[in-house]
Protein backbone atom coordinates (compact mmCIF):
# COMPACT_ATOMS: atom_id res chain seq x y z
CA UNK A 1 0.00 0.00 0.00
CA UNK A 2 1.10 3.38 -0.81
CA UNK A 3 1.81 5.80 1.57
CA UNK A 4 1.47 9.80 1.20
CA UNK A 5 5.46 11.52 1.59
CA UNK A 6 5.96 13.87 4.48
CA UNK A 7 7.35 17.25 3.67
CA UNK A 8 8.74 17.40 7.21
CA UNK A 9 10.95 14.72 6.53
CA UNK A 10 12.56 16.72 3.35
CA UNK A 11 15.55 18.14 3.85
CA UNK A 12 16.53 21.94 3.41
CA UNK A 13 19.32 23.22 1.22
CA UNK A 14 21.44 22.63 -1.59
CA UNK A 15 24.13 19.92 -1.11
CA UNK A 16 27.02 18.96 -3.76
CA UNK A 17 24.58 16.41 -6.11
CA UNK A 18 21.47 18.60 -5.16
CA UNK A 19 23.00 21.84 -6.82
CA UNK A 20 20.32 23.17 -9.19
CA UNK A 21 17.46 25.10 -7.80
CA UNK A 22 13.88 24.35 -9.64
CA UNK A 23 11.13 27.33 -8.79
CA UNK A 24 7.53 25.90 -10.19
CA UNK A 25 4.90 29.18 -9.75
CA UNK A 26 1.68 30.68 -10.91
CA UNK A 27 1.85 33.80 -12.80
CA UNK A 28 -1.30 35.88 -13.38
CA UNK A 29 -2.17 39.46 -15.40
CA UNK A 30 -4.83 40.43 -13.49
CA UNK A 31 -6.94 42.94 -15.22
CA UNK A 32 -10.60 45.16 -14.70
CA UNK A 33 -11.51 47.94 -16.66
CA UNK A 34 -11.21 51.42 -14.95
CA UNK A 35 -13.94 52.72 -13.07
CA UNK A 36 -13.63 56.40 -14.67
CA UNK A 37 -13.43 55.18 -18.29
CA UNK A 38 -13.59 51.50 -18.83
CA UNK A 39 -10.04 51.42 -20.13
CA UNK A 40 -8.77 47.67 -19.39
CA UNK A 41 -6.11 48.03 -16.76
CA UNK A 42 -3.60 45.91 -15.46
CA UNK A 43 -2.50 45.45 -11.72
CA UNK A 44 0.47 44.37 -10.78
CA UNK A 45 1.99 43.55 -7.04
CA UNK A 46 4.50 45.87 -6.32
CA UNK A 47 6.93 44.10 -3.59
CA UNK A 48 9.55 46.01 -1.34
CA UNK A 49 12.13 43.73 0.18
CA UNK A 50 14.79 44.33 3.07
CA UNK A 51 18.49 43.35 1.76
CA UNK A 52 20.99 42.59 3.38
CA UNK A 53 24.13 43.82 0.87
CA UNK A 54 28.05 44.80 2.67
CA UNK A 55 27.14 45.30 5.50
CA UNK A 56 24.16 47.93 4.23
CA UNK A 57 20.21 47.70 4.75
CA UNK A 58 18.47 47.96 1.37
CA UNK A 59 15.34 47.85 0.52
CA UNK A 60 14.45 46.80 -3.47
CA UNK A 61 11.07 47.36 -4.87
CA UNK A 62 10.09 45.80 -7.78
CA UNK A 63 6.82 45.01 -9.36
CA UNK A 64 5.90 41.80 -11.13
CA UNK A 65 2.73 39.94 -11.75
CA UNK A 66 0.39 38.69 -8.87
CA UNK A 67 1.38 34.86 -8.04
CA UNK A 68 4.30 32.76 -6.10
CA UNK A 69 5.25 29.31 -6.16
CA UNK A 70 2.90 26.17 -6.32
CA UNK A 71 2.70 23.83 -4.17
CA UNK A 72 3.69 20.46 -3.98
CA UNK A 73 0.77 18.43 -2.10
CA UNK A 74 2.36 14.93 -2.57
CA UNK A 75 6.40 14.63 -2.67
CA UNK A 76 5.96 10.67 -3.06
CA UNK A 77 5.70 10.50 -6.83
CA UNK A 78 8.47 13.24 -7.28
CA UNK A 79 10.39 11.20 -4.96
CA UNK A 80 9.79 7.67 -6.83
CA UNK A 81 10.70 9.59 -10.14
CA UNK A 82 14.18 11.32 -9.19
CA UNK A 83 14.71 10.17 -6.01
CA UNK A 84 16.06 12.69 -2.87
CA UNK A 85 15.58 16.83 -3.63
CA UNK A 86 15.73 18.66 -0.76
CA UNK A 87 13.71 22.31 -0.03
CA UNK A 88 15.15 25.52 -1.07
CA UNK A 89 14.45 26.88 2.43
CA UNK A 90 12.57 26.08 6.06
CA UNK A 91 10.03 28.52 4.69
CA UNK A 92 9.16 26.48 1.60
CA UNK A 93 9.34 23.49 2.91
CA UNK A 94 6.73 24.64 5.96
CA UNK A 95 4.72 25.74 2.83
CA UNK A 96 5.41 22.82 0.59
CA UNK A 97 6.29 25.60 -1.71
CA UNK A 98 7.42 23.96 -5.35
CA UNK A 99 11.11 25.56 -4.67
CA UNK A 100 13.39 22.44 -4.46
CA UNK A 101 17.20 21.12 -5.24
CA UNK A 102 17.70 18.51 -7.42
CA UNK A 103 20.70 16.88 -9.44
CA UNK A 104 21.23 18.63 -12.73
CA UNK A 105 20.73 15.91 -15.04
CA UNK A 106 17.07 15.21 -13.30
CA UNK A 107 16.06 18.53 -14.54
CA UNK A 108 14.08 16.91 -18.02
CA UNK A 109 12.41 14.25 -16.04
CA UNK A 110 10.91 17.35 -13.18
CA UNK A 111 10.56 19.41 -15.97
CA UNK A 112 8.31 17.10 -17.83
CA UNK A 113 6.77 15.60 -14.56
CA UNK A 114 5.27 19.09 -14.01
CA UNK A 115 4.23 20.19 -17.67
CA UNK A 116 2.17 16.90 -17.72
CA UNK A 117 0.41 17.46 -14.25
CA UNK A 118 0.21 21.20 -14.75
CA UNK A 119 -1.80 20.66 -17.58
CA UNK A 120 -4.79 18.90 -15.63
CA UNK A 121 -7.98 20.72 -14.19
CA UNK A 122 -7.11 19.15 -11.05
CA UNK A 123 -4.02 17.29 -9.52
CA UNK A 124 -3.17 15.58 -6.19
CA UNK A 125 0.24 16.16 -6.64
CA UNK A 126 0.47 19.67 -7.31
CA UNK A 127 -1.07 22.28 -7.08
CA UNK A 128 -2.55 23.62 -10.53
CA UNK A 129 -4.56 26.94 -10.12
CA UNK A 130 -4.21 30.61 -8.71
CA UNK A 131 -6.61 31.06 -6.72
CA UNK A 132 -4.86 30.68 -2.57
CA UNK A 133 -2.32 32.84 -4.46
CA UNK A 134 -4.41 35.73 -5.51
CA UNK A 135 -6.06 35.72 -2.29
CA UNK A 136 -3.06 35.52 -0.12
CA UNK A 137 -1.21 38.40 -2.22
CA UNK A 138 -4.58 40.40 -2.48
CA UNK A 139 -5.20 40.01 1.72
CA UNK A 140 -1.24 41.36 1.76
CA UNK A 141 -1.39 43.94 -0.54
CA UNK A 142 -4.98 45.49 -0.06
CA UNK A 143 -6.13 43.67 3.26
CA UNK A 144 -8.79 42.59 1.30
CA UNK A 145 -10.36 38.75 1.42
CA UNK A 146 -10.76 38.17 -2.02
CA UNK A 147 -13.97 35.72 -3.16
CA UNK A 148 -14.53 33.76 -5.97
CA UNK A 149 -17.69 35.77 -7.28
CA UNK A 150 -15.36 38.88 -7.50
CA UNK A 151 -13.38 37.38 -10.48
CA UNK A 152 -12.89 34.88 -13.13
CA UNK A 153 -9.81 33.31 -14.38
CA UNK A 154 -8.36 31.13 -17.17
CA UNK A 155 -5.21 29.69 -18.17
CA UNK A 156 -3.19 31.48 -21.01
CA UNK A 157 0.07 29.56 -21.37
CA UNK A 158 2.78 27.69 -19.78
CA UNK A 159 6.30 29.20 -20.39
CA UNK A 160 10.42 27.63 -19.28
CA UNK A 161 13.19 28.75 -18.21
CA UNK A 162 15.77 25.98 -19.42
CA UNK A 163 18.87 28.20 -19.07
CA UNK A 164 19.74 28.31 -15.30
CA UNK A 165 20.37 31.99 -13.86
CA UNK A 166 20.98 33.47 -10.26
CA UNK A 167 17.57 33.78 -8.17
CA UNK A 168 16.83 36.87 -6.49
CA UNK A 169 14.66 35.00 -3.67
CA UNK A 170 15.62 35.82 -0.31
CA UNK A 171 15.73 32.48 0.88
CA UNK A 172 18.57 31.27 -2.11
CA UNK A 173 20.17 33.97 -3.21
CA UNK A 174 22.02 33.52 -5.86
CA UNK A 175 21.48 29.89 -6.52
CA UNK A 176 21.38 29.04 -10.25
CA UNK A 177 17.48 28.01 -10.66
CA UNK A 178 15.35 26.59 -13.91
CA UNK A 179 12.00 27.64 -13.91
CA UNK A 180 8.48 26.77 -14.73
CA UNK A 181 5.42 29.54 -15.25
CA UNK A 182 2.04 28.70 -15.22
CA UNK A 183 0.22 31.81 -17.19
CA UNK A 184 -3.11 32.87 -15.98
CA UNK A 185 -5.75 35.69 -16.90
CA UNK A 186 -8.00 36.75 -14.37
CA UNK A 187 -10.43 39.75 -14.29
CA UNK A 188 -11.92 41.35 -11.66
CA UNK A 189 -15.93 41.58 -11.99
CA UNK A 190 -15.87 43.80 -8.32
CA UNK A 191 -15.77 47.80 -9.33
CA UNK A 192 -15.64 48.56 -5.75
CA UNK A 193 -11.97 46.23 -5.58
CA UNK A 194 -11.28 48.02 -8.93
CA UNK A 195 -11.45 51.37 -6.81
CA UNK A 196 -9.21 50.18 -4.13
CA UNK A 197 -6.62 49.32 -6.74
CA UNK A 198 -6.48 52.58 -8.47
CA UNK A 199 -6.33 54.06 -5.12
CA UNK A 200 -3.71 52.19 -3.22
CA UNK A 201 -1.46 52.42 -6.43
CA UNK A 202 -1.57 55.91 -6.23
CA UNK A 203 -1.07 56.68 -2.32
CA UNK A 204 1.04 54.25 -1.51
CA UNK A 205 4.56 55.93 -2.47
CA UNK A 206 8.00 53.87 -2.95
CA UNK A 207 8.96 55.89 0.09
CA UNK A 208 5.80 54.56 2.12
CA UNK A 209 6.86 50.54 1.08
CA UNK A 210 10.37 51.33 2.53
CA UNK A 211 9.51 52.49 5.71
CA UNK A 212 6.98 50.02 5.91
CA UNK A 213 9.56 46.99 5.28
CA UNK A 214 11.88 48.34 7.68
CA UNK A 215 9.27 48.69 9.97
CA UNK A 216 8.11 45.16 9.76
CA UNK A 217 11.94 44.34 10.31
CA UNK A 218 12.38 46.20 13.18
CA UNK A 219 9.26 44.52 14.92
CA UNK A 220 11.12 40.88 14.06
CA UNK A 221 9.39 40.36 10.93
CA UNK A 222 11.12 39.64 7.51
CA UNK A 223 11.53 42.81 6.63
CA UNK A 224 9.04 42.57 3.13
CA UNK A 225 5.91 44.36 2.31
CA UNK A 226 3.57 45.02 -0.44
CA UNK A 227 1.32 47.07 -2.38
CA UNK A 228 -0.87 47.37 -5.71
CA UNK A 229 0.58 49.10 -9.01
CA UNK A 230 -1.99 49.62 -11.73
CA UNK A 231 -1.09 50.56 -15.52
CA UNK A 232 -2.78 51.40 -18.13
CA UNK A 233 -2.51 47.30 -20.25
CA UNK A 234 -2.47 49.21 -23.56
CA UNK A 235 0.44 51.17 -22.70
CA UNK A 236 2.65 48.60 -20.76
CA UNK A 237 1.99 46.14 -23.73
CA UNK A 238 3.15 49.29 -26.06
CA UNK A 239 6.37 50.02 -24.12
CA UNK A 240 7.36 46.67 -23.88
CA UNK A 241 6.83 46.15 -27.74
CA UNK A 242 9.36 48.77 -28.08
CA UNK A 243 12.19 47.34 -26.37
CA UNK A 244 14.81 45.15 -28.19
CA UNK A 245 14.06 41.78 -27.27
CA UNK A 246 16.76 41.10 -24.94
CA UNK A 247 15.52 44.16 -23.23
CA UNK A 248 13.18 42.15 -22.18
CA UNK A 249 14.96 39.29 -20.75
CA UNK A 250 16.11 41.63 -17.35
CA UNK A 251 13.89 44.14 -15.36
CA UNK A 252 13.33 47.43 -16.93
CA UNK A 253 12.25 51.21 -15.61
CA UNK A 254 8.66 52.19 -17.03
CA UNK A 255 7.93 55.84 -15.26
CA UNK A 256 9.82 55.15 -11.89
CA UNK A 257 9.01 51.74 -11.68
CA UNK A 258 11.09 48.82 -11.76
CA UNK A 259 9.03 45.73 -13.60
CA UNK A 260 10.37 42.06 -13.09
CA UNK A 261 11.25 40.50 -17.00
CA UNK A 262 8.08 38.46 -15.94
CA UNK A 263 5.81 40.91 -17.00
CA UNK A 264 6.10 40.98 -20.64
CA UNK A 265 6.10 37.07 -20.08
CA UNK A 266 2.18 37.40 -18.90
CA UNK A 267 1.37 39.60 -22.16
CA UNK A 268 0.09 38.33 -25.69
CA UNK A 269 2.16 39.39 -27.87
CA UNK A 270 5.00 40.26 -26.47
CA UNK A 271 8.11 37.88 -26.94
CA UNK A 272 10.78 37.28 -23.85
CA UNK A 273 13.95 35.34 -25.56
CA UNK A 274 14.62 33.58 -22.42
CA UNK A 275 11.23 32.38 -21.89
CA UNK A 276 9.88 29.09 -24.16
CA UNK A 277 6.35 29.41 -24.67
CA UNK A 278 4.91 25.93 -24.37
Known sequence: MKTK???SEI???ATEPLSLRVSVA??????????DDNEVMLALERKATLLEENGQRLVGIKAQPFGGALRIHDPKPLQDLIGEFHFDSEESRAEQDFRIFIRPEDWTKVREFCLGRLGRLDDSVLEVDPARELREEFADALKVDLKPNQYTYQTIRTIVEDQP????????RGYLTTRIYRIFEARILDHALASAMIENSKS???KNLRDLALQDSWRGGSGRTNAVLTLPLRVISDFYSTLPPEGRNTPAWFHS???DETVPATLDGISVPKYQRL
Open 204 to 206: CSD
Open 5 to 7: ALA
Open 257 to 259: HLL
Open 11 to 13: GIG
Open 165 to 172: SPTENVNA
Open 26 to 35: ALTRVLFPHP
